[in-house]
């Protein structure tokens, strides 16, 4: 079984990650995530990507022209490198950190708030609890129907629902 990803594609999702970071730092739309004093990281982790999309591509191209005219599968595996698993420390800390407390604080202090200003800046009750019901009833069914379903059918659909949120935030953010 191959790798579910080859490297050219590894490296484009980190060049357009970095490219998007990056675009996202030289403009105002990095607000919309952060706070303002963390432009300089965001700068920063998109050159990081991008330095990194290039740096694969260019082992890439080095290693094909090494290994050119010989059989690219000589019965011994090449593995990742190591370092590759701290991709994924940012989605466990958004995985670990426990959102009910932080939403309760956040309904409560807008709730606060909204008795002291005369417009209305309190949440939208019914969405809030919509987004938190929905979250909870998909990752239920997410994890009842995982080992039931084709992994060829669980990867195109994760793909194209990415793809899908990708191009609306771009058209959004093109407007």
């Not at 300089?40 to 890439?60: R, S």
């Not at 009750?125 to 990752?139: E, Q």
């Not at 793909?159 to 609306?168: D, K, M, Q």
Request: a positive charge.
């Amino acid at each position: 079984m191959g790798d579910p990803v080859n490297r050219q594609a590894q490296s484009a999702v980190l060049f357009l990650l970095g490219a998007s970071l990056l675009h996202a730092g030289t403009t105002d739309l990095y607000l919309r995530y952060v706070k303002q004093g963390l432009r300089p990281l965001v700068l920063a982790a998109g050159a990081v990507l991008v330095a990194a999309a290039i740096a694969t591509v260019w082992y890439e191209w080095g290693r094909a022209r090494r290994h050119k005219g010989r059989d690219a599968d000589e019965g011994h595996t090449h593995h990742e490198p190591r370092v590759a698993w701290l991709l994924v420390l940012p989605l466990l800390a958004l995985i670990l950190v426990d959102p009910l407390p932080l939403s309760v604080v956040d309904y409560a202090g807008h709730a606060l708030l909204s008795l002291a200003h005369s417009g209305s800046i309190a949440p939208d009750w019914f969405l809030g609890l919509a987004c938190g019901l929905g979250g909870l009833v998909g990752g239920y069914l997410g994890a009842r129907l995982q080992p039931h379903l084709p992994e060829t059918f669980l990867r195109l659909l994760l793909g194209t629902l990415a793809s899908a949120l990708g191009a609306v935030y771009a058209i959004n953010a093109l407007r």
